[in-house]
């Protein structure tokens, strides 16, 4: 072969060399899973959750390179979805709510505390301008006086509270509280099937200036948006909040609700398979002040919650980039 002929060879070996090479680097910074199949995450359907759970996804799937869904339930058939593996991730453990029955899920082990997302808070509520209609209306024991108030149009003799939507976690604790204060005799303890439900309820009272009673948590859009009154409880004392979250709690005793920690839970198997997610996981903390400026964007705009944690990634990049390496907040930001 000609010596030209040779260096032309030579010249073309070596630049497709370079040009596998460069095919080569940039196939391995593509993102690999840890997990070689869906993860699988409880959709919960109040909109902290709805929210984050998808702000958690978006990260995974174009930082990290999985693939997740969404499986809808409620907090205690999460809970024990998670602790069987079918789920792996459960974004809002509230665990004052869940006291006991988060207690004895971790002790058997098979679920974990992972990062501690934000301080909530539960109370009893009226609103405003049922106070100012009721003055000496005041704390949550006063309600006995004031049945007649707060008429049940299913049982017109009896004022209708509205708890805790079927299935949730807090209902332990609200229908505890509300049996310990013997509303039994003069108030319905009505209970929506879902959180949608009881928001579209209490809204349309709302709207209509009726007298409503009812438990709620924050941050949420409603509590928020609305000109509303905490009711008084008594001083609150964990001994009788331990009862309350009880199930089976003989002799209930009535507490104010304390700041309830929020957290993210994962199965432990699945932490323990994918320990950089688990990491990534762990660094999961939001502001309380973001959380509420972003349901109060969900409120306003009326987006779906993927499309509200799109604009999360995009207008709080300073609290979501410290969860992650920077290469994986590179390809989150370019998928924007």
Same mark, same amino acid.
């Given at each position: 072969? =000609?010596? *030209?002929?040779?260096?032309? !060879?030579?010249? $073309?070996?070596? %630049? #497709?060399? &370079?040009?596998?090479?460069?095919?080569?680097?940039?196939?391995?910074?593509?993102?690999?899973?840890?997990?070689?199949?869906?993860?699988?995450?409880?959709?919960?359907?109040?909109?902290?959750?709805?929210?984050?759970?998808?702000?958690?996804?978006?990260?995974?799937?174009?930082?990290?390179?999985?693939?997740?869904?969404?499986?809808?339930?409620?907090?205690?058939?999460?809970?024990?979805?998670?602790?069987?593996?079918?789920?792996?991730?459960?974004?809002?453990?509230?665990?004052?709510?869940?006291?006991?029955?988060?207690?004895?899920?971790?002790?058997?082990?098979?679920?974990?505390?992972?990062?501690?997302?934000?301080?909530?808070?539960?109370?009893?509520?009226? =609103?405003? *301008?049922?106070?100012?209609? !009721?003055?000496? $209306?005041?704390? %949550? #024991?006063? &309600?006995?006086?004031?049945?007649?108030?707060?008429?049940?149009?299913?049982?017109?003799?009896?004022?209708?509270?509205?708890?805790?939507?079927?299935?949730?976690?807090?209902?332990?604790?609200?229908?505890?509280?509300?049996?310990?204060?013997?509303?039994?005799?003069?108030?319905?303890?009505?209970?929506?099937?879902?959180?949608?439900?009881?928001?579209?309820?209490?809204?349309?009272?709302?709207?209509?200036?009726?007298?409503?009673?009812?438990?709620?948590?924050?941050?949420?859009?409603?509590?928020?948006?609305?000109?509303?009154?905490?009711?008084?409880?008594?001083?609150?004392?964990?001994?009788?909040?331990?009862?309350?979250?009880?199930?089976?709690?003989?002799? =209930?005793?009535?507490?104010?609700?304390?700041?309830?920690?929020?957290?993210? %839970?994962?199965?432990?198997?699945?932490?323990?398979?994918?320990?950089?997610?688990?990491?990534?996981?762990?660094?999961?903390?939001?502001?309380?002040?973001?959380?509420?400026?972003?349901?109060?964007?969900?409120?306003?705009?009326?987006?779906?919650?993927?499309?509200?944690?799109?604009?999360?990634?995009?207008?709080?990049?300073?609290?979501?980039?410290?969860?992650?390496?920077?290469?994986?907040?590179?390809?989150?930001?370019?998928?924007?």
């Amino acid at each position: 072969m =000609p010596i *030209y002929k040779k260096q032309v !060879l030579a010249s $073309l070996l070596s %630049a #497709a060399a &370079l040009s596998f090479g460069a095919v080569s680097t940039a196939t391995a910074a593509e993102p690999t899973c840890e997990v070689d199949r869906t993860i699988n995450f409880g959709g919960m359907s109040w909109e902290s959750n709805l929210v984050l759970t998808d702000v958690q996804r978006l990260i995974l799937e174009n930082g990290y390179g999985c693939k997740t869904e969404v499986l809808p339930t409620e907090t205690l058939p999460a809970l024990a979805a998670l602790e069987r593996g079918d789920l792996d991730v459960n974004t809002e453990i509230w665990l004052n709510s869940m006291g006991k029955i988060w207690d004895d899920a971790e002790a058997r082990g098979k679920v974990i505390r992972s990062g501690d997302l934000f301080l909530g808070g539960e109370a009893w509520f009226i =609103p405003k *301008y049922t106070q100012e209609r !009721l003055p000496e $209306l005041k704390t %949550a #024991a006063d &309600l006995i006086k004031f049945k007649d108030e707060f008429q049940d149009p299913e049982d017109p003799n009896k004022g209708r509270f509205y708890g805790c939507p079927a299935g949730w976690a807090c209902e332990v604790v609200s229908t505890n509280l509300f049996n310990s204060l013997d509303l039994n005799d003069s108030f319905t303890y009505y209970q929506p099937g879902t959180g949608a439900a009881q928001k579209a309820a209490l809204m349309s009272e709302y709207r209509r200036k009726n007298n409503i009673a009812f438990y709620y948590w924050f941050p949420t859009p409603l509590v928020g948006s609305l000109d509303l009154v905490q009711l008084e409880l008594p001083p609150f004392d964990q001994e009788k909040l331990n009862c309350l979250t009880d199930v089976d709690c003989e002799n =209930p005793q009535p507490t104010a609700y304390p700041s309830n920690p929020v957290f993210v %839970a994962l199965n432990k198997d699945f932490a323990e398979e994918a320990p950089q997610l688990k990491a990534f996981f762990d660094k999961n903390e939001v502001p309380l002040e973001v959380i509420n400026e972003t349901l109060a964007e969900m409120e306003d705009s009326g987006d779906d919650s993927i499309d509200v944690a799109k604009w999360f990634l995009a207008e709080y990049p300073e609290i979501w980039t410290n969860w992650v390496p920077e290469d994986v907040a590179e390809r989150v930001q370019s998928s924007l």
